[in-house]
């Protein structure tokens, strides 16, 4: 086997310092207001100058420069194509970006890519340089826009407008918790999660920003691996600004997930890279933990729900009256972006219908695909039917524990790598029995 092509991607906020486009390089101009400054170059973070200046506070230059490597990241993420990678998948991505505050970084880079390999299944090599964006002045009361308000606050929580993160906010205040909602709204997100936000009871307060990635050519990969390293970087941001104005130390950064979809086992053996996503992994959590703790960054990240199945987050949500207002809104398709409606046929649609089926709550969501007897003799759509089909049928030969280790290092503890191992069997049996009731499996 040869050596993997390189393509550099080199993203600055002075566009006069990239270089020229090319077949092996891509220039990247980072937090341009204007947004792009000449048709080849492409741009990433335009609109994130305005919120961050709303937050009314000066960032820690420490959580800034980790957003602005969170951005170069979803940049090469995002502009390097897969299917231009000699093997179709694993792309090696030279990332070079200036930082603020680059000392702070240097011993660092080996454990980004090191998390960064884990996240995407890519090549990574990171150059950290000096020249970096600075903290930009923030607004203040005087001017006239409207500032988050972050008074009272006490965590943070990611909120995406998906069934799990919905859940998280309504367990959240329903403790008196009063959080930053951190969400990362692409085209179509930010009004759907407006809507729900609406219906929570409670305090709480939104930090609400787009990377919008713009490519020279309109051509992007969609496989977007990297897009939980935005969460947590803004979920950084939002920390330190709640402490800051609160006046406490250490702040919660809430992830919510379902402990199944978290650890998210290949299904297949062919699902190991390509069809296994890694976003929330403990893993990878505990990987950005670790960086965050040796660049005093300072937030806990939580998942409080690493040990529960979808099903058993709604059967067990404090809110029951709330989430009924509001589950039906909630998206969990991983294609629902191209038709503008959840398919009903993908994983977490699957997972999405068992859980629902398993809580005992009607499930009313309007599926592209609701017949799955249909979809089981639809060659082009059963991909990922027969995958959970599949794996349930594995169970019964497969090493548990060996296959839980195929998506990720878990923990050498065995009381805990038992608890990961229960939640996923119980996950697996929620798809098992509304696969049965669909007369999927008999």
């Given amino acids: 086997m040869g050596e993997i092509s390189v393509i550099t991607v ?8 990239l ?20 048709g080849n170059i492409a741009t990433i973070g335009s609109p994130l100058i305005d919120p961050i200046k709303r937050l009314g506070i000066y960032i820690s230059p420490t959580e800034l420069d980790f957003m602005t490597l969170a951005l170069a ?34 011993n660092q880079i080996q454990n980004l890519e090191k998390a960064l390999h884990f996240l995407s299944g890519d090549l990574w090599s990171l150059e950290i340089t000096e ?4 903290p930009p002045d923030p607004y203040s009361r005087h001017h006239r826009y409207r500032l988050t308000h972050l008074r009272g ?69 969609i496989t977007m691996r990297t897009r939980s390293l935005n969460f947590l970087a803004f979920g950084a941001v939002g920390a330190f600004v709640v402490a800051k104005v609160n006046q406490l130390e250490n702040i919660p950064l809430y992830v919510p997930e379902n402990g199944f979809i978290s650890i998210n086992a290949p299904l297949t053996s062919r699902r190991v890279g390509s069809l296994s996503t890694r976003t929330t992994h403990p893993y990878f959590l505990s990987l950005i933990q670790s960086i965050f703790d040796a660049v005093q960054i300072k937030t806990t990240i939580i998942n409080p729900y690493q040990f529960k199945t979808k099903g058993e987050m709604l059967s067990e949500c404090n809110n029951q009256h709330v989430l009924h207002e509001i589950v039906f809104s909630t998206v969990s398709c991983s294609k629902w972006k191209r038709k503008g409606k959840q398919c009903g046929k993908c994983v977490p649609c699957l997972i999405r219908r068992a859980a629902f089926m398993s809580s005992g709550i009607t499930d009313l969501t ?31 030969t497969k090493n548990v524990n060996a296959w839980l280790s195929d998506s990720g290092p878990l923990t050498l503890d065995s009381v805990k790598f038992d608890k990961y191992k229960q939640v996923f069997l119980r996950g697996i049996k929620e798809v098992e029995e509304f696969l049965q009731k669909e007369g999927i499996l008999s």
């Fill in 153 to 221: 606050k006490d965590c943070v929580s990611l909120f995406s407008g998906g069934l799990d993160s919905a859940i998280g906010v309504i367990d959240l205040i329903e403790k008196d918790k009063s959080p930053l909602l951190i969400s990362h709204a692409y085209k179509g997100d930010k009004s759907r999660q407006n809507y729900i936000a609406k219906k929570f009871l409670g305090k709480f307060s939104r930090f609400s920003v787009n990377a919008n990635p713009l490519s020279v050519n309109g051509k992007t990969d």
């Fill in 10 to 17: 080199v993203v600055d906020h002075i566009p006069q310092r």
């Fill in 366 to 396: 309007l599926y592209e695909y609701p017949n799955l007897s249909i979809v089981k003799h639809d060659l082009k759509n059963r991909d990922d039917l027969f995958a959970l089909m599949i794996a349930i049928q594995r169970l019964s």
């Fill in 131 to 134: 020249g970096g964006y600075s």
């Fill in 73 to 106: 990241v979803t940049a090469a993420d995002t502009f390097v194509l897969r299917k231009m990678a000699d093997d179709g998948w694993t792309r090696n991505i030279r990332l070079k970006v200036p930082l603020y505050q680059p000392t702070v970084w240097l």
């Fill in 19 to 38: 270089p020229k486009l090319s077949d092996e390089v891509i220039p990247v101009q980072i937090y341009g207001l204007h947004g792009r400054q000449q």
